[in-house]
T-cell receptor, first 114, second 109 residues
Framework: DADVTQTPRNRITKTGKRIMLECSQT?????MYWYRQDPGLGLRLIYY???????NKGEISDGYSVSRQAQAKFSLSLESAIPNQTALYFC?????????????FGEGSRLTVL | GQNIDQPTEMTATEGAIVQINCTYQ??????LFWYQQHAGEAPTFLSY????GLEEKGRFSSFLSRSKGYSYLLLKELQMKDSASYLC??????????FGTGTRLQVFP
């Protein structure tokens, strides 16, 4: 089983709909992140959280919101989806006590907004 | 702010050696990461450099020069499975990882 699990893996929706992408992890890490990936633009940070009471905006937070329901769960919401939010979304975790602090990624959620 | 540059695409032949360069500009330096990402899959960690010099790990090595704001990933004895994107990343403000746009490597027989 994956240590970082994202649901759904694929979603097609229409403009104006509300969408939630969920992420859960069994790694016991405090830090969680949401990135989106677009061709030619690489991975861009949307939001990140260092514990249950901590939420921080990343590079491209407009149009998105997040909720850290528990240490293991971090969800990303699009309140009113628009076509330019079509992308591959990744959740990631990290442990600051790890010697590299590397990120561990989920398998990704591909979102298409029509 | 953060600025990370790496080539968009590279090609190489099976069995050859390829070097993927990355230049960066940061307000403070807290290490440099390389990730590998196969098409449609999650990125996976390859290497982390925080001191100058070469770190070798099997067929892959990563080099860092902090004074030049420069790193490279060296892949030896290329295999077809090495066809992937290679992402250079640096931490911003010590707490969040910022990625370059990635280098897509295609290995041909």
């Amino acid at each position: 089983d994956a240590d970082v699990t994202q649901t759904p893996r694929n979603r097609i929706t229409k403009t104006g709909k509300r969408i939630m992408l969920e992420c859960s992890q069994t790694k016991g890490h405090d830090r969680m992140y949401w990135y989106r990936q677009d061709p030619g633009l690489g991975l861009r940070l949307i939001y990140y959280s260092f514990d249950v009471k901590d939420i921080n905006k990343g590079e491209i937070s407009d149009g998105y919101s997040v909720s850290r329901q528990a240490q293991a769960k971090f969800s990303l919401s699009l309140e009113s989806a628009i076509p330019n939010q079509t992308a591959l979304y990744f959740c990631a975790t990290s442990d600051p006590g790890h010697h590299t602090g590397e990120l561990f990624f989920g398998e990704g959620s591909r979102l298409t907004v029509l | 702010g953060q600025n990370i540059d790496q080539p968009t695409e590279m090609t190489a032949t099976e069995g050859a050696i390829v070097q993927i360069n990355c230049t960066y500009q940061t307000s403070g330096f807290n290490g440099l990461f390389w990730y590998q990402q196969h098409a449609g899959e999650a990125p996976t960690f390859l290497s982390y450099n925080v001191l100058d010099g070469l770190e070798e790990k099997g067929r892959f090595s990563s080099f860092l020069s902090r004074s030049k704001g420069y790193s490279y990933l060296l892949l030896k004895e290329l295999q077809m499975k090495d066809s992937a994107s290679y992402l250079c990343a640096v931490p911003q403000d010590t707490d969040k990882l910022i990625f370059g746009t990635g280098t897509r490597l295609q290995v041909f027989p």
